[in-house]
């Protein structure tokens, strides 16, 4: 009797052991994935064109997949980053900070190499020169917290003691053509994304206003991602960047620096406003 029982629960401990094991292969054989959420300052194809081809390099890197979530507007990317849609996320630098205190985003990596500024354009053949003069128009500008084409511009705006009527029309692209169509008597946004218009947007629009230059966005992770993978991908991110430094220039991503939540503290201001 005594070894009927004894084979019984060598057979049950092997029986258990087999599963164990099944299950941990199974397990480390699942393929991780994560998403990644861009600040949509262009059209998705633009966005798509830039950032699928670094998500899939550093998938390779990592061992896992990183996939490009879309946004519909900035302001639909803004709730998303609030409610921690996204694993990773690009983002400009108030909402690095508006994500940090709603789900615990981290920023990873920035440029160093340029500062964001916001600019205020007007039809080329319009005759104001200065803010001033824009006292009672409508301003275009693509979202309430969008930090180079909204904010900057405002605070301008603001200390010069100009009244105007905003109007947001969530994206930059839309930002230029209301002002180019005459639809608008100005629109805020940023060097770059204006220099990216068809020419026939740029070739009709001028520069008023520069404002000052503060950190640029910056690569964030969620804080329920783990150190572990937050570690793989910073490591990633610069290893790219060593190899395929023109993959980069979409975004852009010069010169990439290890970034601090604290340098993002200041915006606080902007945030409550």
């Known amino acids: 009797m005594k070894h009927i029982i004894n084979l ?3 057979l049950l401990l092997y029986t258990l052991l087999h599963i164990s ?8 054989e699942e393929p991780c994935a994560y998403s990644v959420g861009v600040v949509p300052q262009f059209d998705q194809r633009r966005i798509h064109s830039v950032w699928v081809p670094i998500l899939q390099e550093l998938s390779q890197k990592i061992g896992c997949e990183l996939s490009l979530v879309g946004s519909k507007s900035i302001a639909g990317f803004e709730n998303e980053i609030k409610e921690g849609k996204f694993d990773f996320a690009y983002v400009n630098p108030v909402q690095v900070w508006l994500g940090h205190k709603k789900q615990g985003y981290v920023p990873l ?9 916001g600019i205020l354009v007007v039809r080329k053949d319009d005759q104001i020169q200065g803010l001033k003069e824009l006292e009672g128009e409508k301003i275009a500008f693509p979202s309430p917290i969008a930090i180079g084409a909204t904010l900057l511009p405002q605070e301008e705006l603001q200390a010069q003691g100009v009244g105007y009527v905003p109007q947001y029309v969530n994206t930059h692209g839309s930002v230029y053509f209301h ?35 503060i950190s640029p966005h910056a690569f964030a992770v969620h804080g329920r991602v783990s150190e572990a993978m937050m570690n793989d991908i910073q490591r990633a991110w610069f290893e790219l960047w060593q190899e395929s430094p023109a993959l980069f220039s979409g975004i852009p991503m010069l010169n990439p620096e290890k970034p601090l939540v604290a340098d993002y503290e ?8």
């Open 109 to 117: 990596v920035r440029s160093s190499a340029k500062k964001l500024k």
């Open 266 to 273: 200041s915006l606080e201001k902007w945030i409550i406003e």
């Open 179 to 213: 002002v180019a169509k005459g639809l608008m008597r100005a629109g805020g946004g940023v060097g770059r994304t204006l220099n990216e218009q068809p020419d026939y947007i740029k070739k009709a629009l001028r520069i008023i206003y520069t404002s000052r230059g």
């Open 21 to 28: 094991l099944f299950s941990h292969h199974a397990i480390a």
């Open 8 to 10: 019984g629960a060598i």
